[in-house]
Each structure stands twice: as C-alpha cells, then as structure tokens.
Nanobody
Framework: QVQLVESGGGSVQAGGSLRLSCAASGYTHSRYCMGWFRQAPGKEREGVATIDSDGSTSYAASVKGRFTISQDNAKNTLYLQMNSLKPEDTAMYYC???????????WGQGTQVTVSS
C-alpha cells in the first residue's frame, strides 16, 4: 500500500522560502505520477505541481517560476521548493501519488504552510 508522509511546512514571511518533502513507500517509481496539492480555508483543493513517471513536470500558473517539484528516487522522496512565497500561498499542502492515467490518488496527511505579509 502506498504511504506518503509530508514534512517541511511552517511559517515564513512573504518573499521567503520553504522546501516541502514527501517520504513515499509502497509503489513502483516507473509507473506512478506524483504531485503537490494545496487547500486554503474555504477553498477547494487545487493542484500545485506534478511530476510524471518520465520526469516531466507541470505547474499551476500561480506558482510557475517560483516553485520547483523534484524527486529523489534513491531516497523515495518528493520535494517542493517554494521561493518568493506570497500570503496567498498559505494553505495545507498535500503530497499525492497515483498510477499514471488513473483518477484515484493516494494522499499524505498534509503539512501547513503559512506566509505572513
């Protein structure tokens, strides 16, 4: 069974940086896609960045140029480097993994990111 554990969230001032990590287990790298999603209070969960099994990445327009998704297959860890953070980036951030092409996703428990102005 796929298990995902996020870490690295916290509070930071606008313009600052954070790096989120997601320790993953129970899946085959070559067949799974992974990504970061976030949910702010009163809002729906939205996609932030994804990385496919071939390493190709995609980003939400709101974070493009500021966030970078990457993975270390040797460490079974997914990362999200977040730079130039803005107050509107404040949300609970979730790591997800899914069999590429499938709608079903495995989720982590989330890590809170708070950006103050």
């Amino acid at each position: 069974q796929v298990q995902l554990v996020e870490s690295g969230g916290g509070s930071v001032q606008a313009g600052g940086s954070l790096r989120l990590s997601c320790a993953a287990s129970g899946y085959t790298h070559s067949r799974y896609c992974m990504g970061w999603f976030r949910q702010a209070p009163g809002k729906e969960r939205e996609g932030v960045a994804t990385i496919d099994s071939d390493g190709s990445t995609s980003y939400a327009a709101s974070v493009k140029g500021r966030f970078t998704i990457s993975q270390d297959n040797a460490k079974n860890t997914l990362y999200l480097q977040m730079n130039s953070l803005k107050p509107e980036d404040t949300a609970m951030y979730y790591c997800a993994a899914w069999f590429c092409g499938s709608a079903f996703k495995y989720w982590g428990q989330g890590t809170q990111v708070t950006v103050s102005s």
